[in-house]
């Protein structure tokens, strides 16, 4: 009797597994071609606005992946899948490239300067190749490194703390920027904050979506900032959507703000084209605007 139910059980179980699995290592192998293949896979850019001039100053890279079955998809579908596979390691690399040509390209065309972030995954981080590869493609490329910023997440950084202060003090000395991605949501270990030689924090879209609504988000949020400046770096706000969100964040001190507000991540085309006609956020929206007039 009981044998039976167990087989009950796995008769029952066994073949949503496997069509789980079987879906997965399709969607790997399709992803291992797209990476041999090199059309499938596209950079989209989103602009991220100084709040202290509202201008245009830097965008954050994100991968698309316009899959010939299944449309264009998002990071969420297959960037745990690459890391699992150790295709985040070439994926990895296209990115970086990528991400460095366009921003060569656009500093040749002459369009304002802008920084070009470009989000490293855990497993990238703390592979022994990073500094070389990364070094190699800022001297295939000829981006000046200023322009180039990389976003880790705590997790990344806290997987062997010490090692990461190291390489931090290499991409710095390189003049790479580097940026603490979704600050708020993983270890926030202040202890290291102190010691991590990094250029600024990106508020979590979690502390920025209920910003209007929810006064806990806000007094995280304006306590953020206000740290972030006291350690002497700059704070990007994520997720920005509404006027609101924007003016509660601008009145907190926020340097940048990233988010549908000001624009969606867009191909490089798209945002070319955003470049030469100038974004300009009016004064009233900008930072330090005195509302009191
Ligand atoms: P992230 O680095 O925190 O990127 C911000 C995400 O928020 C992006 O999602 C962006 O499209 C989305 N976003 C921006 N503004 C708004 C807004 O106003 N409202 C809302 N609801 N969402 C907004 P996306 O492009 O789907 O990327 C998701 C995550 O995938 C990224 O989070 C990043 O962790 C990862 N990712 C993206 N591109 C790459 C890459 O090239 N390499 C690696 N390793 N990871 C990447
Ligand atoms: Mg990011
Ligand atoms: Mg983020
Ligand atoms: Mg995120």
Redesign the pocket.
Known sequence: QAINEQNKSYELYTPRLSSQARERLALESDLRMALNQGTQLELFYQPQIDLANGRMTGVESLIRWRHPLHGLLSPARFISLAEQSGLISPLGDWVLQTACLQGLSWERAGLPPITIAVNLSARQFNEPRLMATVQAVLEASGLDPHRLELELTESATMQDPEKTIAILRQLRELGIQVAI??FGTGYSNFNYLKRFPVDKLKL??SFVSELTADPDDLAISRAVIAMAHQLRLGVVAEGVETEGQLALLAAAGCDTIQGYYVGRPMPAVDLTQLLQNGVNLPPEKRRGYSRTL
Do not use: I, N
């Open positions: 991605d979704d979590d879209q």
